[in-house]
C-alpha cells in the first residue's frame, strides 16, 4: 500500500471514529430516556449567571430525592441563541417539558400554541409548603406579587403561564470608597435634590480626586432607561391616575385611554407633566458618559467595575457578578424619585413608587406537549415552594419570588418596597412609538439636547406611529378573541353532552374573558372609527 | 462549442445522477424552500406561528406607502456608492503586489492579507464597535492625538452647522443622527477585503508578460499601464465583485444591527431596508408584511443586477 | 377535520359532524375568505335541519360570531341582527342570551349620536333584567357597567351594574380584584362610604399581592375620616 492510500485510510479512519463517537453521544442520551422506568424532567433557561445554575441543580438534586424513578436534568442555553433555540425546539417538538419565559416565548400566540396555561392549578395550596405558614395559601398568592402581571399573568389570554423563582428589583449600585472620597461621607442621597447634589460634585471634583475622569453614572442603552423610566414613570403619576378616572379599577392601567386622548388632541405631548417628565429624564442623561446610547450593558458594567464611574443602575440580579467584578466594595441605594416636596419636580407626583407591581421573573412555563406532564407540574410546585425557593436565592444570590422567606442581610436593600403609590405610564405605547423615541432619543438625551428638541422632532412621526400602535393592539385583540371563540365552541359542545365535567366552568370561563376582550376590542375600534383611521393594519 | 450528448447517451449512466440528489435536496430545503415561503407569506398577515389570514396584495399596497422603506433607499444609496469608492484600495493594492518584482515577496503579501481572516467577522464588527466608543475608543484618541478634532470643530462651525463636535467632548460616532452615516462609510478602514484583493490578483496574475514588455516598448507609463491593460483586463472581477457588492449592500444590516440596534440608531439614520424587514418582523411581529418588503428588495437587487450586466460591459 | 369528514351527513352524528367541520373551517390556517363563506353554508345547514334545538341555535350564535369577528371585513349590523332574531325567538337558552350580551356591545359600541346610545341603554337595562343564565347575566352586568364608565351614564347605574356582576359571581381571579375595587372606587365617589369600605377590606381581604394595596389603604384611611 502506498503512502497516499495510507493517508487516506488514516483520515478516512479519524472521520469514521467522529462520526462514530457523535452516534454514540446522542443515542446514549437518548437511550437515557427511553428506560422505562426512569421519567426524565427536562428544564431549560438561560440564567448562565454564577450561582443559578448550581442552585436549580440543587432543587434538582432534592427533588430526586424524593422521588426516585426520576431524573431532572438541567439545560442552560446561551442568552443570544435561546430565542432560536426555543423557537426550534417548539416548532420541531422537542422541546423540554419546562422552559425558561425568554425573548421568544412571550407572544400571545406562542404561550396559546405550546404552553399550558396553570390557572387551574393555582387557586390550591402547593403541596410542597405544607408545614410552613403557606401550607393553606393558594399557590399563586405564595408569591411576592400574586402572580398578577407580566410575565406570569397574559392580560391578553387571561390566563397564568409562569411560576417564577425570583423578583428583579433595580437598585443603583456604587463604588463605596469613591463615594467617600469625592463626598467626604458615607451618607447616602434620600431624596432626588441629594442624588443631584452627589452627581455635580463628581463632575466638579471627581478628576481632580481621583486622578483620572469619573462620571457620577455608567449609562448605557439598557442602563439608562432603568433610570430614566423610573424618573418618568413618578413624573406622570397624577396624569396617569387622571386619565384613569381616579379609578383604580384596571391593574395596569388602562393606557388605550392615553393613546386616544393623543391622538383626538385631547392630550399633548408638551403637556406640563410630560414635558417635566421628559426634564428630569434630559436631567438624569446628563450624568452619564457622552455617547451612552450607543452602548452595551457591558460597557457601562465596565465603566463601573474599572472605577470610571461613581454608580450604575441595574437590576438586583447583577449583585453577584458586580460584586465578583469589582475590585472595591459596593454599596446600594434606591432610585430616589422626587416627592412631592422636592422645588423642582414634586408638583406632579403623589409620592414614591411602590414596588409591589415588581415583577417576579425567572418563570418557567410548562410545554403542552410534555411527556410528562404531572410530573414536570409537580416539580414545578416543588421548585417555587417556599424551602426549595429560600434554596435557590441563598446559592444564586438572587432574591426570592416566594413570600416568608428569608433573605440574606446583603440582599435585603434589594428586597421590594411594597409601601407607595401607582406609578405612571411608560413613555411609548407599542414597537412603533418605541421606534420612533428610540430614534429621537439623542436629542433629548445628548449633551446638547433639550425637552424641545426632542418633542419638535417627534411631530408627526409621533401620530403615525400612535396609529400603528393602536392598529396593533385591536388586531392582537381580535386575534385573541378568535382563539378563545374556537376554545369555547369546543367546552360549549362538551359541556352539552356533559362529556368533561370541567367543561360547564370552563365555558364560564372562557365567555368571561370574550367579554372583557371583546370590551377592549369594540372600544379600539370604535375609537379608530371616529378617528377616522382604518381600527386594524 | 462543446458538442451536444444525446439523452439516450445521458442517460445511460443514470445512476450517476443520484449522487447530485443530496446536494440538491438540502438546497431545495435551505434555499428555495425559505425563499419560496417568504413570496407565500407576503400575501397574508402572518405573526410568524401557524396563524395566518390571506390578505392578497394588502402588504405590497402597505409598501407603496412606507415612508421609512422609501427614506432607509436613500441611505441604502449612499452606502452603495461608498461601497463603490471603496473597491479601489482593494484593486489598488492588488495592482501594487502584482507588480512587486519577488515573487517571495508576493507570496508573503498574500499570506498577510489572509491572516486577519481567521477573524471571524462578527468579532471585527465588535471590534469596530469598541473604535467607536465615545470614551475608549480608537478613533476618538486618533483625533485627539493628530488635531483632526480641532479641524472638525472648525468644519461644524464655520460649514456644517451641525453643532456636534465641541471641544473636550467626545464624538459620539453612533449615537448622533449626522455622524452615523459617515461611521457606516468609515467602518472598515482602510476598505481592503481580502477576497477582493485575491480575485483580483487572480485576474492580474493571467496577464502575460508580453503584454507589459510591449507597453515598455511603447513608453506607457505606470498610471496608463493601470487604466489601459490591468483595469480593463480585471473587469470580469470587478464586474463580479459590484454584482456582489450591490446584492450585499442592498441585502445586509447585520452590521447596521449590530451597531445601532433594530430601530436604525439616533433620527432612524442607519435604517436600512434590510434593518426595516428584520424590525417588521422581529420588533413589531408582523412576518407577512417583512416577506413583502423582502420581496420588494429582491425585486431592486434583480433590477440592479440586470443593469449592472447590461452595462458594465468587458471588453475582450 | 379527517375525522369530522369520516362520519356521514345521514347519520344520528351527521349534522354534530357538520357543525364540527364549520368550526373547524374558522380555525383552519391559513385563514381564507372561502373557508369563511364554507362555513357560513354549513352552520345554515345545521340550522336548516333544525334551528330550535340546541345544535342549530348555537350554530346561528357563531353565524353571528362570524359576522362580527370572523370576516375580513365584519359585518356588525348583520351580526346585529342574527343576534337580535335569535334573541327574540329563544329569549331562554343560555346561548341565546348570550347572543344578547353581544348585541348590547356592539349596539353601545357603535358610532352612534350620544342621545340614540343612551336610548338603547335604557332599553338593554329592561331587557337585560329578564336574563336567567349566569354567564349571560354577568357578562351583561359587566359590559353595561364598562359602557357607563366609557360613555359617561350615571354613576350610580354604572354601581348597580358591578354589583350585580358581582352578585352573579366573577370567575376569574383578576377580574374579580379589578371589579372589587371598582365597586368600592365608584361607592367612594357617590359618598357611600359603608359600601366603599366593605368592598376595599374586601380587596384587602381576597387581593393581598395586588400592587394597588397601598392605594387602597390610603382610600380606606381617606374615608373613614370623618367630613370636615
Redo the contacts between chains.
Keep these: 500500500m502506498n503512502r497516499e492510500k495510507i493517508m487516506n485510510l488514516i483520515g478516512l479512519t479519524l472521520l469514521a471514529a467522529c462520526f462514530a463517537m457523535a452516534l454514540t453521544r446522542v443515542f446514549s442520551r437518548t437511550a437515557t430516556h427511553l428506560g422505562s422506568d426512569v421519567v426524565t424532567i427536562r428544564f431549560a433557561h438561560y440564567q448562565l449567571e454564577s450561582g443559578v445554575r448550581g442552585a436549580f441543580d440543587a432543587i434538582a438534586r432534592e427533588y430526586e430525592k424524593i422521588h426516585p424513578g426520576v431524573v431532572v436534568e438541567q439545560m442552560s442555553i446561551p442568552e443570544n441563541v435561546y430565542p432560536t433555540w426555543t423557537v426550534t425546539q417548539l416548532a420541531g417538538g422537542t422541546a423540554p417539558d419546562l422552559i425558561e419565559y425568554g425573548p421568544s416565548t412571550g407572544s400571545d400566540e406562542r404561550l396559546a400554541r405550546y404552553f399550558q396555561p396553570l390557572t387551574e392549578w393555582v387557586g390550591s395550596p402547593n403541596p410542597y409548603n405544607k408545614g410552613t405558614s403557606l401550607e393553606k395559601t393558594p399557590w399563586r398568592q405564595t408569591f411576592l406579587d400574586g402572580l398578577t402581571g407580566w410575565p406570569n399573568y397574559n392580560t391578553n389570554l387571561l390566563e397564568i403561564y409562569g411560576m417564577p423563582n425570583t423578583v428583579v428589583t433595580i437598585r443603583f449600585f456604587y463604588n463605596r470608597d469613591l463615594y467617600r472620597k469625592i463626598t467626604g461621607n458615607e451618607t447616602l442621597p434620600r431624596t432626588y435634590q441629594e442624588f443631584i447634589e452627589v452627581c455635580r460634585k463628581v463632575e466638579q471634583d471627581g478628576e481632580r480626586i481621583t486622578g483620572h475622569k469619573v462620571v457620577p453614572i455608567a449609562g448605557s442603552k439598557s442602563n439608562a432607561p432603568r433610570i430614566t423610566e423610573s424618573l418618568f414613570c413618578g413624573q406622570v403619576q397624577k396624569l396617569w391616575a387622571q386619565y384613569q378616572g381616579d379609578d383604580l379599577r384596571q391593574a395596569n392601567g388602562n393606557e388605550a385611554v392615553l393613546r386616544f386622548a393623543v391622538l383626538k388632541h385631547k392630550l399633548s405631548l408638551y403637556d406640563p407633566a410630560i414635558q417635566s417628565a421628559y426634564q428630569i429624564t434630559h436631567d438624569a442623561g446628563q450624568y452619564m458618559q457622552p455617547g451612552f446610547m450607543q452602548l452595551n450593558r457591558e460597557d457601562a458594567v465596565f465603566t463601573f467595575t474599572q472605577g470610571n464611574a461613581l454608580m450604575i443602575a441595574t437590576g438586583s440580579y447583577d449583585t453577584v457578578s458586580l460584586t465578583s467584578q469589582a475590585p472595591f466594595e459596593i454599596g446600594v441605594f434606591p432610585v430616589p424619585s422626587p416627592t412631592r416636596d422636592d422645588p423642582v419636580y414634586g408638583k406632579f407626583v403623589f409620592g414614591p413608587a411602590t414596588e409591589a407591581g415588581a415583577p417576579t421573573q425567572g418563570s418557567f412555563l410548562l410545554y403542552m406537549e410534555s411527556k410528562h406532564k404531572q410530573q414536570a407540574l409537580d416539580f414545578l410546585r416543588f421548585m417555587t415552594s417556599q424551602k426549595m425557593n429560600a434554596l435557590f436565592a441563598a446559592k444564586s444570590g438572587w432574591l426570592p419570588a416566594v413570600i416568608g422567606v428569608d433573605v440574606d442581610e446583603k440582599m435585603k436593600p434589594f428586597m421590594p418596597e411594597m409601601d407607595g403609590y401607582i406609578n405612571g405610564f411608560r413613555p411609548y405605547w407599542g414597537a412603533d412609538t418605541y421606534r420612533v423615541i428610540d430614534n429621537n432619543q439623542y436629542l433629548l438625551l445628548g449633551s446638547d439636547g433639550s425637552v424641545k428638541k426632542f418633542l419638535d422632532a417627534l411631530g408627526k412621526d409621533f401620530d403615525a406611529a400612535l396609529v400603528s400602535d393602536s392598529q396593533s393592539v385591536n388586531k392582537t385583540s381580535r386575534n385573541n378573541l378568535l382563539r378563545q371563540d374556537i376554545a369555547l365552541a369546543s367546552y360549549m359542545q362538551l359541556s352539552r353532552q356533559n362529556a368533561v365535567p370541567a367543561a360547564a366552568k370552563k365555558v364560564s370561563e372562557l365567555n368571561e374573558i370574550e367579554t372583557k376582550l371583546e370590551l377592549d376590542l369594540d372600544d379600539g375600534i370604535l375609537e379608530m372609527n371616529e378617528l377616522g383611521f382604518p381600527p386594524m393594519k | 462549442m462543446p458538442a451536444t450528448l444525446s439523452p439516450r447517451k445521458a442517460l445511460h449512466e443514470w445512476q450517476l445522477y443520484l449522487f447530485l440528489v443530496p446536494s440538491l435536496v438540502l438546497v431545495a430545503t435551505f434555499m428555495y424552500f425559505p425563499a419560496a415561503s417568504a413570496i407565500y407569506h407576503s400575501f397574508?398577515?402572518?405573526?410568524?406561528?401557524?396563524?395566518?389570514?390571506?390578505?392578497g396584495l394588502a402588504n405590497y399596497r402597505?409598501v407603496l406607502n412606507d415612508?421609512v422603506l422609501w427614506r432607509s433607499f436613500e441611505t441604502i444609496g449612499i452606502l452603495i456608492i461608498a461601497n463603490i469608492i471603496k473597491l479601489i484600495p482593494s484593486i489598488l493594492l492588488a495592482v501594487l503586489i502584482h507588480r512587486l518584482g519577488s515573487e517571495k515577496w508576493q507570496y508573503w503579501y498574500r499570506v498577510l492579507l489572509v491572516l486577519p481572516m481567521i477573524v471571524p467577522g462578527l468579532v471585527r464588527l465588535f471590534i469596530w464597535k469598541f473604535f467607536?466608543?465615545?470614551?475608549f475608543g480608537i478613533l476618538n484618541k486618533v483625533l485627539d492625538f493628530t488635531g483632526g478634532k480641532t479641524l472638525l470643530i472648525a468644519l461644524d462651525h464655520h460649514f456644517l452647522r451641525w453643532?456636534?463636535f465641541?471641544a473636550g467632548?467626545?464624538?459620539?460616532?453612533?449615537?448622533?443622527?449626522h455622524l452615523i452615516v459617515p461611521s457606516l462609510i468609515i467602518w472598515g478602514f482602510p476598505w481592503i477585503g481580502t477576497v477582493g484583493v485575491l480575485i483580483y490578483l487572480a485576474g492580474l496574475q493571467s496577464i502575460g508578460t508580453e503584454v507589459y514588455e510591449a507597453a515598455d516598448l511603447d513608453g506607457v507609463n505606470s498610471f496608463q499601464k493601470f487604466i489601459h491593460i490591468e483595469l480593463p483586463l480585471i473587469m470580469t472581477q470587478v464586474r463580479l465583485s459590484l454584482v456582489l457588492l450591490i446584492i450585499g449592500t442592498l441585502q445586509g444590516f447585520g452590521l447596521q444591527f449590530l451597531?445601532?440596534?433594530a430601530?436604525?440608531?439616533?433620527?432612524?439614520s442607519g435604517m436600512v431596508p434590510g434593518l426595516w424587514m428584520f424590525?417588521r418582523a422581529f420588533?413589531?411581529?408582523?412576518f407577512g408584511y417583512a416577506c413583502a418588503l423582502g420581496m420588494v428588495l429582491f425585486i431592486f437587487i434583480l433590477a440592479l443586477t440586470l443593469l449592472n450586466n447590461k452595462y458594465v460591459r468587458v471588453e475582450k | 377535520m379527517a375525522g369530522f369528514k369520516q362520519i356521514p351527513a345521514s347519520s344520528p352524528q351527521g349534522r354534530e359532524s357538520v357543525y364540527g367541520q364549520a368550526m373547524m373551517l374558522l380555525t383552519v390556517q391559513p385563514v381564507t375568505r372561502g373557508n369563511i363563506n364554507l362555513s357560513v353554508q354549513l352552520f345554515q345547514s345545521v340550522i336548516d335541519k333544525n334551528s330550535s334545538d340546541d345544535l342549530g341555535i348555537t350554530a346561528k350564535y357563531f353565524l353571528g360570531r362570524i359576522e362580527q369577528i370572523y370576516r375580513f371585513e365584519p359585518d356588525p349590523a348583520r351580526a346585529i341582527a342574527i343576534y337580535e332574531d335569535l334573541f327574540h325567538n329563544h329569549p331562554e337558552h343560555p346561548v341565546a342570551q348570550q347572543a344578547f350580551v353581544k348585541l348590547v356591545l356592539l349596539k353601545l359600541y357603535d358610532r352612534i349620536p350620544d342621545a340614540e346610545r343612551a336610548k338603547d341603554f335604557a332599553t338593554f337595562e329592561v331587557q337585560g333584567a329578564k336574563l336567567q343564565d349566569h354567564d349571560a347575566v354577568r357578562d351583561f352586568h359587566l359590559v353595561m357597567a364598562q359602557a357607563c364608565a366609557k360613555f359617561g351614564f350615571s354613576e350610580e347605574k354604572r354601581l348597580d351594574h358591578l354589583l350585580a356582576a358581582d352578585a352573579a359571581g366573577v370567575v376569574k381571579d383578576d377580574s374579580k380584584a379589578n371589579l372589587i375595587v371598582s365597586i368600592a372606587e365608584v361607592a367612594r365617589k357617590l359618598g357611600r362610604k359603608d359600601l366603599a369600605l366593605q368592598y376595599y377590606r374586601r380587596f384587602l381581604d381576597e387581593c393581598p399581592r395586588d400592587y394597588r394595596t397601598y392605594t387602597v389603604q390610603q382610600r380606606i384611611a381617606a374615608t373613614e375620616q370623618p367630613a370636615p
Design positions: 397574508f398577515d402572518w405573526q410568524g406561528g401557524d396563524a395566518a389570514r390571506f390578505t402597505r415612508v467607536f466608543d465615545p470614551n453643532g456636534i465641541h467632548v467626545p464624538v459620539p460616532w453612533l449615537s448622533e443622527s451597531l445601532l440596534g430601530n436604525g440608531g439616533a433620527g432612524g424590525n420588533s413589531a411581529g408582523e
